[in-house]
């Protein structure tokens, strides 16, 4: 558990500084004067304590048996952009910069996050050890079909598309559909890829498990 914390630690702080730095220091209080904003905050409290008591494997950069080959490469950009993305959305939202006019569209953006955080642990829960970052499989990667799994091939994407547009919509910000539209086609060629891996190294019971379930959404995609 401990192991647990620091690595979600090492994670999660930076994110959180980049936030309220780029909101600014000398104003805190006007940040959790909104209460989209504050429900983000303890949202993010709440999931972190999820984590750790779920006891969830939380390492990324976890590469595997099979070779990740220019993934490093590709995913770099995306966190770079995210980062800064994650301070830009709270310095445009105290700034009045390309905000959305609506306050609604703060409180979709919480059931947002709220949805996408669930997923994403309940993911994390049923992948144990074979969560990676990269398109990979671990050794003695067994195909797991079991927990939110057993309905949704890729719930890991699904989070990527909530979470991201969820938060700049939690700071009414009119990114929220590039956003959107960008985590898209990452999902997209992400989850081709992966089927392909999948397809090619569990065969036969990889086409019975994709049959009875479904990519991203139940009845829907």
């Known amino acids: 558990m401990v192991r647990s914390a620091l690595t979600l630690a090492v994670q999660l702080l930076p994110a959180v500084l980049l936030m309220l730095l780029g909101w600014g220091l000398d104003d805190l209080p006007a940040f959790f004067a909104n209460p989209a904003r504050v429900a983000f905050a303890a949202l993010l409290v709440a999931a972190a304590l999820a984590a750790v008591l ?15 080959g220019t993934q490093t490469v590709q995913l770099a950009p995306l966190l770079a952009l995210s980062l800064a ?36 642990l309940l993911a994390l829960k049923s ?44 700071f009414a ?33 990889f086409e019975n498990y994709k049959r009875r379930t479904w990519k991203l959404i139940p009845l829907l995609f």
């Open 127 to 170: 992948l144990g050890p074979n969560f990676s970052a990269y398109v990979t499989l671990q050794p003695n990667h067994r195909l797991v079909q079991r927990g939110i799994y057993a309905r949704i091939r890729h719930p890991l994407y699904l989070s990527l598309l909530l979470v991201p547009t969820g938060i700049a919509l939690v």
């Open 173 to 205: 910000s009119k990114l929220a559909w590039p956003i959107l539209a960008l985590a898209g086609i990452f999902v997209h060629d992400r989850m081709r890829s992966e089927e392909r891996l999948l397809a090619s190294h569990f065969a036969a019971e």
């Open 85 to 120: 993305l994650l301070w830009f959305l709270p310095y445009a939202d105290r700034r009045t910069i390309l905000t959305l006019r609506h306050e609604s569209w703060r409180y979709i953006g919480v059931v947002c996050c709220v949805l996408g955080a669930a997923v994403r």
């Open 54 to 68: 779920l006891r969830l494997d939380l390492n990324p950069l976890r590469q595997g048996a099979t070779p990740a």
